[in-house]
C-alpha cells in the first residue's frame, strides 16, 4: 500500500455547498472504524464555522469542512523521532500505529490541527485520504457520502481529472499559506 | 475559522496509560471474537435501502466477518444522488445496540417502571390475546375497541393493515396528521394531486417551512444546495441551516404565510405578470381570486409578516418573470389555524405563475405501479365507525386524526378504546401533549409496541415484541414515488442477533391467536411468506426482482412525464377536472371556497411561540441516542433570542423552566442565539427520553412532545404544531 509514484492525490474543497450535515464525519468513522465513545476531541475531518455571525435579523453563517492536507512539505513527518509518520510515493501522509510512542509533538507540529490521540489504536490518528479505498478505485467516504458533493477527490497529475479540471477552472485558496506547507486541500472560492 | 482540539491534549496524555475501551460502541467489533473464528478482512457487499428516515436511500452495505461496517451510498441510485446522510451512516451501528429489544418481553412492574419478564413469542401473543379478547367480550363483541397503530418506513406496513381490517378494528391511526396532511389536502384541492417540486431545474425557490438543508429530502436537498447558482428565497422564524444557505433569509412571523402568498397573487396578478395562457386553458375560478386578493396589498402583509412590502413586491415580480420558479410546498409553515387554507394560497401562487407541470415548477408524481397484495376480508356485523369520524372534514381513514382521535379515546366517546397495538410508531414522543397520550394510556388495558428498540413507546406498554433490524431483514420490494420513482428493497446484511422476527412473522404470528366471527383463525388469512409476495409484487417486471436484489433499487426508465397534464394526455383529478382557485366543493361543504386569511392570536408579553424543527443529524425522535449523532449533540437545548433571554435575566447554559397553557412543563437548558425571532423558541425533537433504554436521552434536555399542547384543525385534522405559547423562566 505505498502508491503510485506518478499519482498526486488532491482534494478539491467547495465550502458554498456545505449544510454542515455531519454526513463527512460519520461516514469516515464509520469506514475507518473510529470509536468515539463520547470524546470530543475524536474525529478526522471536521466543519469549522464561527456560529452564526451578525444580529438578528442580519444573519450569516458559513461551514468550512477540513481534514489532513496531506501537506507536500510536511512538519508532522519532520519532527516525528519514530517514523511513525511517514509518506507513501504518491504523497499521501500515514501513520505506522506500532511505531507512534504518543510523544504527540506531530499535534504540535501540525498548523491544521488534523491529529489527536486515539485511545482505540494507542497512537496518533488522523485522516488517511481513505488510502485504502483509494488504492482499489474508490472514493474517500467523506467524498462519497457526501449529499451536496462539496469534496471532489483526485489525481492532479491527470489533467483529464474532475480535480485537475476544477482547479483549471476556478478561483481557489488553500488555507495558512504561510505555513508553507504545500497543501492538498484546495478551498473554491 | 479555527478550532482546537489541543486544549484536549493534556487531559489525553495523562490518561494514555490507563487505555480502555467504553464496551458502548465497541460492541460490533466483538462479533468476531466472540465467534472464535480468524478476522478473515474480506469485504463483502450487500445491497439493501435505509431506514431512518422516509426517503429510503439504497446503500451498498460493507459486512466483514459477518459484521456490518459501514453502508456506502449506492451511486447508481439517483434519487438520492448518490448520497448517504449522517442518519443513515449512523443506522450501521443499530443491531448492536446494546439497549435494543432482543427478545419479547411482558411487563411485570407498573407501566413505565421498565420491570419486564423475558417471554417466548407464543408465551407473549397468548397473553396478548387473552387481555384483548376479554375485553372484546366485555365491549360486546366490538373489535373496534382495539386501536392499531403504525408507520411507514417499515415495508411491512400493509400486513399490519391487513391484520387490522381481518381483526375488525376500523380505529387506524399514522404519522400524516402529524406532518403532511395539511399539506396534501391544500394541494390535491387545487392540483387534484400532491405534486412535488422540480428543485433540480428550478432557478428560483421559495422554501417556507422547509428546511431542507436539515430536513433532507431527496433529491430536493441535494439539488438545492449542490448547486449555489440557485436564488433560494427562505421564510423561516429561525435561522436554520437552509437560512445560512439561502439567497435571503425572513424571519417571516410564525402563522402569516397565507398573508405573504396571498400578496404575492395580489402583486402578480394586480400587475397584469400571471400566466394568462395557464390560467385560462387549464384552471377555473380566477375571476373570483383576482378580485378575492385584491384587498391583501403588500403593505397590509407587511404588518402581518413583518416582511417589507417592498420585498414582497420584488419577490412576486421576480417570480413571476422567472421561469421555472416554484413556491416550494413545504410542511413546517404554518402549522397554525387555517392551516388548509394555507396551503392552497401557497398552491395557486404557483398555479396563476403556470408553475404547474413544467419544468422547475410542480410535478404531479410518477410510481412504479407494483402487483397488488391480495388478501380475503373479513366481515364483522358489530363494526362501528371510526371514533372521530364526525370532527373532520377530508378524513383519511386509514391515517386518521391523532389529536382528534385522542380526544375521543380520552372521553370514551362514542365509545372505548380498550386497547392500542403499536407497529413502529414512537406516539408517546411523537404525538403533542404527551401527558394526554400517557393518559389514555392509563385507561387502556392492552398495549403491544412492535418496535426494534425500547422506545418511550415501548416503555410504556405491556408487551414489547421485537421486530428485527432493518439490516437483519428481507423487506419486500417498496415503490418510491417521484419525478424519477424506484423500486426500493431490503436485504439482510447479517442474520438477527436476537429472537426477533420480521414485520410479516410477528404479525402473523399474533393473528394466529385471534379468529374472526366464524371460529377462524386470523392467521389463516395470511397467504405465502415475504420472498413469495415479493416475487408477485414484481411480477410485471422481468428481472426485476433480480435486479432488485442486486442493487437494491429498481428502474424501468420511466419518469414523471412533464407537459402531460397540459397536454391533456393526464387529467387533473379536481371535480371540474381543471386547476381550481375557486372551490365549489369547499364551498359545498361549508369551508371558504377561496383561502380568506384569518389573523394570528398575538403572543402576549414575555411569552413565546414554541416552533419544532428539523435538525440534520435527526430523525424525529428516533436517532438521539444513536452514539455518532449523539456525539453531535449529547443534549438539546432552547433556542431563545437574545434581546429576549436578556430581558428574562437567562444565559447560554442556564437552566430554565418552560411552560405551557395546558399543564405541560419542562426543565431544559437555555441556548441564547442571535437566530431565532424574538418571541419564538425551539429546541430538537428526540431528547428527554422517559425510557432508561435510551441511556444517552434519557433525562437529558427536554422532550418536545412534552410541551407541545394539542390543537388540530379540522378540514385535514392536522395536528397545529405551532399553537403552543409557553412562558419562560430561570430556575
Ligand atoms: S457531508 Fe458534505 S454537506 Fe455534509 S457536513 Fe460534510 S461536507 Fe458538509
Ligand atoms: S495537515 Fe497536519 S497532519 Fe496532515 S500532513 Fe499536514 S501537518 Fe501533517
Ligand atoms: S436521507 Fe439519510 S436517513 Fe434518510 S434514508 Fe437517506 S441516508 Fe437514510
Redo the contacts between chains.
Sequence with gaps: MAGAKNKHWAMVI?S??C?????C???C???N?I???????VYRN?I???G?E????N??????PSQCHHCANTPCYKVCPTSATYKNDDGLIMMDYKRCI?C?TC??ACPY?AR??S??K?AIDKCTFCAHRIYTGKLP?CV??????VRVFGDLNDPESEVSKILASRHYFVIKPEAGTKPNLYYLT | ??????N??KG??A??GC????P???MR?AGWAEAGKQPSGVLNYVASSCAICTNKCVFRGQVVDGVI?????E?EFTK???????R???G?ATPYDPDRVKYPLIRTGKRGEGKWKKATWDEAYAYIAEKTNKVVAEEGGHRSCIGFVSSEGTYHEHYWNQFREIFGSPNSLRHPTLCLSSNIRGNMSVFGTYPWADVKNSPYIILAGADR??S?FTPD??DM??D?RKTIICLDPR?T?????ATR???IKPGTDMAFALAMMHVIIGENRYDKEFVSNHCVGFDELAQHVRQYTPRWAEQETEIPAAEIEKIARDFASTPGAVYYPGRRSGWQGEDVQMRRAVAMVNAICGSFDRPGGLIPNASIPLRNYFYEPAWYDLTRPRLEADDVTFLNPRDGSWIAWRERALRADPYAIRGLFIYKQNVVDSVPDRSKTLELFDKLDIIVSIDTYMSDTAWHADVVLPESNYLERFDPPYSLAGIVPYVVIRQPLIKPLYDTKPGFDIIKGLAGYFADEDGDFLNEYFEGDVESHASNFMADYPGGLEMLKEKGFFTDGRKAEIGAYRSGKSAINTPSGKVEFYSEDFAGRGLDPLPTYKPVEEIPENRFRFLVGRH??HTHSMTAAF???N??M?ENSVWI???SAKKLGIKSGDTVQMKNRTGGEVKIKARV??????DCVFYAHGYGSLSKAKRLVHGKGAAQAAILESHFESISGNALMHETIVEIRRV
Design positions: 467547495d458554498a455547498k449544510i454542515d450535515c455531519k454526513a464525519d460519520v461516514a468513522k464509520r469506514e472504524g470509536e468515539a465513545n463520547g470524546r470530543r476531541e471536521w469549522t464555522s464561527k452564526v451578525g444580529t438578528y435579523p444573519l450569516k453563517q458559513r461551514f468550512e504518543v504527540s499535534i504540535a490541527d489527536y490521540v485511545k482505540q494507542k467516504a462519497d457520502t457526501c449529499p451536496t458533493k | 475559522m479555527s478550532i482546537s482540539r489541543r484536549f491534549l489525553s496524555v490518561g494514555i487505555l480502555g475501551l467504553v458502548v460502541a465497541g467489533f461496517r459501514r453502508l456506502e451510498p451511486p438520492a444522488r448518490g448520497m448517504m446522510c449522517a443513515g451512516n449512523a450501521a438543508a436539515e433532507f436537498t441535494m444546495f449542490g449555489p435561522f441551516r437552509t437560512a445560512a444557505k433569509w425572513y424571519p440534520a443529524i452514539p455518532e449523532l456525539w453531535h449529547p433570542n437574545t434581546r442565539t442571535e437566530a431565532i425571532r424574538p
